[in-house]
């Protein structure tokens, strides 16, 4: 199985500044990888995909990056909306075995 | 717009079994794999299941293969989990999640449901 870690587990910014969230596969994943956002009581709501390529109707303010066992989430000028927990999920298994990062929780500093 | 609506969740004493439902409208429900994603009160998000479009390829959690059995009826736009010897730990909210491809159940999920709450207690 694949394990995906996360750093941090939480991250402390402010209104406007920049939030790196970080993701690493045990093993490589290729671009095999999305990021999620999910809020209290709300279902998980996907982000990038593809690493890199933003799914329908996220801003432009959200940006992936990397390949193979390192990956970013960026949020350009965090906004209060994007308060929220932040997960990665490889999906490069066969036969699949899909598996999620424990998280980054975003919170306001 | 996309809906995803899952039923069949509650208290269930351990051991005993349980059958969740997931009904799917606005899109092509054929055309599509479809997962279950779980996640227990206060922690992250576990992949259960997935089932292609055809149901051809499927695949399972180790924490859940050989007791939970995941079918689809395309004629009724519908999902199902049939879950065997519940066990405390797969007390969560089980969300039923759109794939993003036809055949490939490895995939990321662009459709949620708002889940349904599985307690196994007794």
């Known amino acids: 199985e694949i394990v995906m870690t996360q750093s941090p587990a939480t991250l402390s910014v402010s209104p406007g500044e920049r939030a790196t969230l970080s993701c690493r596969a045990s093993?490589?994943?290729?671009?095999?990888l999305a990021w999620y956002q999910q809020k209290p009581g709300q279902a998980p709501r996907l982000l990038i995909y593809g690493a890199s390529t933003r799914a329908t109707g996220i801003p432009a303010r959200f940006s992936g990056s990397g390949s193979g066992t390192e990956f970013t989430l960026t949020i350009s000028s965090l906004q209060s909306e994007d308060f929220a927990v932040y997960y990665c999920?490889?999906?490069?298994?066969?036969?699949?075995?899909?598996?999620f990062g424990p998280g980054t929780k975003v919170d306001i500093k | 717009e996309v809906q995803l609506v899952e039923s069949g969740g509650g208290l269930v004493q351990p051991g005993r079994s349980l059958r969740l439902s997931c009904a799917a409208s606005?899109?092509?429900?054929?055309?599509?794999?479809m997962h279950w994603v779980r996640q227990a009160p206060g922690k992250g998000l576990e992949w259960v299941s997935g089932i292609s479009w055809n149901s051809g390829s499927i695949g399972y959690a180790d924490s859940v293969k050989g007791r939970f059995t995941i079918s689809r009826d395309n004629a009724k736009n519908s999902l199902y989990l049939q879950m065997n010897s519940l066990r405390a730990e797969d007390t969560a909210l089980y969300y039923c999640a759109k794939g993003a491809h036809r055949g490939a159940v490895a995939s990321y999920f662009d459709y949620w449901g708002q889940g349904t709450l599985v307690t196994v207690s007794s």
């Open positions: 606005g899109f092509t429900f054929d055309d599509y794999a």
């Open positions: 999920q490889q999906y490069n298994n066969w036969p699949p075995r899909i598996t």
């Open positions: 093993q490589s994943v290729s671009s095999n």
